[in-house]
């Protein structure tokens, strides 16, 4: 019972209306899973990642996607995923990828992306609480109505940092070439502008000392490509992702659950001015953050789990 205690002090702290400063833990540590489909079609690399960050003594862990690229978009498969999620000791939050969605097909063939995302939507996210044993409260985008579609857009703060999922799939952010047919990606383009704009006003107003904002994304979020003769999804959310940084005082993390397709992960964090940006490799990665620490994040070494190899 004594390594679920500080998850528990995490739901419990959410309840309250006054939460003292001197009672905000100095230090503390959360789990990061990624890419736990990437390189075979089964839940074998979640189930374990799971079970290993359970035995630590976390605040929470968040998972990067439902399934693989190469597994069916089916009812069915949700259900198992998210069995597995609920699994967890830890509070889980979930952060969705372009695999969950983008590629997903009807029974002719037909694209089903913007229905099945409807359907992630329903089955994921239903409720304001983690997955897992220690429920911890969010607060999604979908509080506000005109974002009322947006629940895979989650907040929670602990530690004086604040935490936030992001939808921004690494298939170029879902943007498509072919005139008339990216409603939804200018509309969420639109709600992710606000969420990324309330997120630097809460922690502003707080004065939080960091933001971790967890996404699919890839390295476009960071760095410009160069002339690749296709339209840069994620060219607006890079400037966004960038002034949030210039505007708040203290650091800012972004973790992508997949990378790109030149962007090997890192499992370490590399800065530019106060704008961290974290690549997990395979399995969990355990973040601690640390107050008295001028750069607050540090990735833990022999944490990633691939095939039970460490």
């Given at each position: 019972m004594k390594k679920y205690l500080l998850p528990c002090l995490l739901a419990c702290s959410a309840l309250l209306t006054a939460w003292p400063v001197s009672a905000q833990p100095k230090t503390f540590s959360f789990g990061v899973i990624a890419q736990a489909f990437k390189k075979n079609a089964d839940d074998s690399i979640l189930r374990e990642a799971i079970a290993d960050s359970d035995a630590d003594n976390l605040a929470f862990v968040v998972a990067n996607g439902i399934k693989?690229?190469?597994?069916?978009?089916?009812?069915?498969?949700?259900?198992?995923?998210?069995?597995?999620?609920?699994?967890?000791?830890?509070?889980?939050?979930?952060?969705?990828?372009?695999?969950?969605?983008?590629?997903?097909?009807?029974?002719?063939?037909?694209?089903?992306?913007?229905?099945?995302?409807?359907?992630?939507?329903?089955?994921?996210?239903?409720?304001?609480?983690?997955?897992?044993?220690?429920?911890?409260?969010?607060?999604?985008?979908?509080?506000?109505?005109?974002?009322?579609?947006?629940?895979?857009?989650?907040?929670?703060?602990?530690?004086d940092i604040l935490f936030a999922t992001i939808n921004l799939p690494a298939n170029n952010n879902y943007y498509l070439p072919d005139a008339g047919r990216n409603g939804e990606f200018e509309d969420r383009l639109i709600a992710n502008r606000d969420w990324l704009k309330r997120l630097a006003v809460i922690a502003t107003r707080k004065k939080l000392d960091g933001i971790v904002i967890f996404c699919d994304g890839n390295e476009s979020l960071i760095e410009a490509p160069g002339k690749t003769g296709k339209r840069d999804g994620f060219a607006e959310m890079r400037k966004e992702i960038a002034a949030l940084a210039a505007r708040f005082q203290g650091?800012?993390?972004?973790?992508?659950g997949q990378g790109g397709a030149n962007q090997a992960p890192m499992n370490r964090i590399a800065w530019r001015g106060n704008l961290g940006n974290l690549v997990p490799a395979a399995g969990w990665t355990k973040v601690t953050v640390e107050r008295s620490n001028p750069a607050l994040f540090t990735v833990s070494e022999n944490t990633v789990i691939v095939g039970n190899q460490r």
């Open positions: 693989g690229d190469d597994e069916p978009c089916s009812d069915k498969l949700y259900s198992k995923r998210k069995k597995v999620f609920e699994s967890a000791k830890n509070g889980l939050v979930l952060s969705l990828t372009g695999n969950d969605w983008i590629e997903c097909k009807t029974a002719n063939g037909r694209p089903a992306s913007i229905e099945r995302l409807s359907r992630v939507r329903d089955v994921f996210f239903s409720d304001e609480f983690t997955f897992g044993a220690s429920k911890i409260p969010l607060v999604r985008q979908s509080a506000t109505p005109k974002f009322n579609t947006y629940v895979e857009n989650a907040r929670w703060e602990f530690g650091k800012v993390l972004l973790i992508q």
